[in-house]
């Protein structure tokens, strides 16, 4: 099983990113993707996460209205597209896999490496 996160930079605040999470080694269809992200000095907490079982979608409160989750079944990978970034979305993120419909910190089966997004003032 790999996740591979990709796609983080440096971008000025108001700009966008699109961070990829591609994937390989299990039923992409059963799973449920997720982004997580931890900022430094905090925990890591998640960012949205989207089901592929019933194609449902989640945002944390933060990035709800700025960021889109989106997934291509043809390719294994799951996107996020980041928009109007602040500071306070600086972070590294992560990708996670959880078989079900949502993607609870604690109980994602499958954990790819991080990606760093730092958004400059």
């Known amino acids: 099983v790999q996740l591979q996160a990709s796609g983080g930079g440096l971008v000025q605040v108001g700009g966008s990113l699109r961070l990829s999470c591609a994937t390989s080694?299990?039923?992409?269809?059963?799973?449920?993707i997720g982004w997580f992200r931890e900022a430094p000095g905090k925990g890591r907490e998640r960012v949205s996460c989207?089901?592929?079982?019933?194609?449902?979608?989640y945002y944390s409160d933060s990035v709800k209205g700025r960021f889109t989750i989106s997934s291509d079944n043809a390719k294994n990978t799951v996107y996020l597209q980041m928009d109007r970034l602040r500071p306070d979305d600086t972070a590294v993120y992560y990708c996670?896999?959880?078989?079900?419909?949502?993607?609870?910190?604690?109980?994602?089966?499958?954990w790819g490496q991080g990606t760093l997004v730092t958004v400059s003032s």
């Open positions: 989207i089901s592929h079982s019933d194609s449902s979608t």
């Open positions: 080694g299990f039923t992409f269809e059963e799973y449920a």
């Open positions: 996670a896999a959880v078989q079900g419909y949502y993607c609870p910190l604690s109980e994602m089966d499958y």
